[in-house]
C-alpha cells in the first residue's frame, strides 16, 4: 500500500515539480487510525498518511479531514494538502518540522489557547460528530473493557454526563474529535 501511495507522486500538486520518486525518511509517532511517514523528493519533504485501519470503522470521515485541513492551511494553521485519494486511504501534505518551543508553561498554555480558539473560528463542515455515538463505540471496541457491575455502573454514568454535555453545549464548531 505505501509503494502504491508513493507511486502516485506525479499527481501531487506541489510548488515545484517533483524530479524524483519520494523516499521514505522516517515513520512518524501517531494514533491508531492512520501511520505517517516523512517522506522526500530531493529537497523537498511530505508527510504521506495512510489509513491504518478501515476509517469508515472508527466513524472517521476522511473527505471532511481534508476539507478542514484545507480551511486550516488557509488561515496559516496547518500544512497544505497535496494530494488526497480516498479509495487508496492517502494523504499528502507538506511536512513541518518539529521546532523546540522555547516557552515558559504559562506562555505555552497561552499559545495553545490561542491557536484552539483559531481553530474553532474556523468554517464548520457538513460533517458533525455524533459524540456519544462514537464514545459507545470505542467502548465496544475494547475486548479488555468487560463491564460489569460497578465499572458498567460507572462507565453509562460517564455516558450521560457526556449526554448532558452535549445538550448543554454551544454552536457547533470544529475540534480534534478523538475521545
Known amino acids: 500500500k505505501i ?3 508513493l507511486d502516485q507522486y506525479p499527481h501531487w500538486q506541489s510548488d515545484s515539480p517533483l524530479c524524483d520518486k519520494p523516499v521514505i525518511a522516517e515513520q512518524l509517532t501517531g494514533g491508531r ?11 523537498q519533504q511530505f508527510v504521506l ?3 491504518g ?9 476522511r473527505n471532511a479531514e481534508l476539507r478542514i485541513q484545507q480551511a486550516a492551511s ?20 507538506r511536512y513541518c518540522p ?13 499559545a495553545i489557547a490561542e491557536l484552539l480558539r483559531q481553530i474553532h473560528q474556523l468554517p464548520p463542515v457538513k460533517y458533525r460528530l455524533q459524540a456519544l455515538d462514537r464514545a459507545r463505540l470505542y467502548i ?22 457526556l449526554a448532558q454535555a452535549l445538550q448543554d453545549s ?3 464548531c470544529l475540534c480534534h474529535n478523538d475521545l
Open 140 to 161: 465496544a471496541m475494547r475486548p479488555e473493557v468487560e463491564a460489569h457491575g460497578e465499572q458498567k455502573l460507572r462507565i453509562d454514568q460517564e455516558l450521560q454526563s
Open 53 to 61: 485501519i478501515n476509517p469508515q470503522r472508527l466513524g472517521l470521515n
Open 49 to 51: 498518511r495512510l489509513d
Open 3 to 5: 509503494q502504491r501511495a
Open 170 to 172: 454551544a454552536e457547533p
Open 98 to 110: 518539529e521546532q523546540e518551543p522555547d516557552w515558559q508553561p504559562r506562555e505555552e498554555l497561552q
Open 74 to 93: 488557509l488561515a496559516g494553521l496547518a500544512p497544505q494538502p497535496i494530494y488526497f485519494n480516498p479509495e487508496l486511504g492517502v494523504l499528502v501534505s
Open 33 to 43: 487510525s492512520n501511520i505517517s511517514l516523512r517522506v522526500s523528493s530531493g529537497e
